[in-house]
Nanobody, 124 residues
Framework: VQLQASGGGLVQAGGSLQLSCSAS????????MAWYRQVPGKQRELVAR???????NYAASVKERFTIFRDSAKDTANLSMNSLKPEDTGTYYC???????????????????WGQGTLVTVSS
């Protein structure tokens, strides 16, 4: 299973960007998809997560500015980022939590995988 992330770039403060993450490969079903952010010297932190049923959660610092949404037909999770701030700068990583196949067509074990990072730079 692979995740392909895209959409990073350079933007001025107050601007907008949209990140996209597509899952490919063989798996039974998705539990959740998420975006994490990491800056040098700090731990990777959760930015936003969307569950298969549609529930979402966000880091407090991005609530009201970022929106995560899924395209279930395409196994894609998009992160719409508005009113960007310099502190949003970092490398953004896509994260997948899913089920493998078990016996027959039943779900099997759960697994997680990460996409490659995409750099977001917000200038002041």
């Amino acid at each position: 299973v692979q995740l392909q992330a895209s959409g990073g770039g350079l933007v001025q403060a107050g601007g907008s960007l949209q990140l996209s993450c597509s899952a490919s490969g063989r798996f039974h079903s998705i539990k959740s998809m998420a975006w994490y952010r990491q800056v040098p010297g700090k731990q990777r932190e959760l930015v936003a997560r969307v569950y298969m049923g549609g529930d979402t959660n966000y880091a407090a610092s991005v609530k009201e500015r970022f929106t995560i949404f899924r395209d279930s037909a395409k196994d894609t999770a998009n992160l719409s980022m508005n009113s960007l701030k310099p502190e949003d700068t970092g490398t953004y990583y896509c994260h997948l939590d899913a089920f493998d196949y078990g016996k027959g067509w039943s779900p099997g074990r759960s697994f997680v995988t990460w996409g490659q990072g995409t750099l977001v730079t917000v200038s002041s």
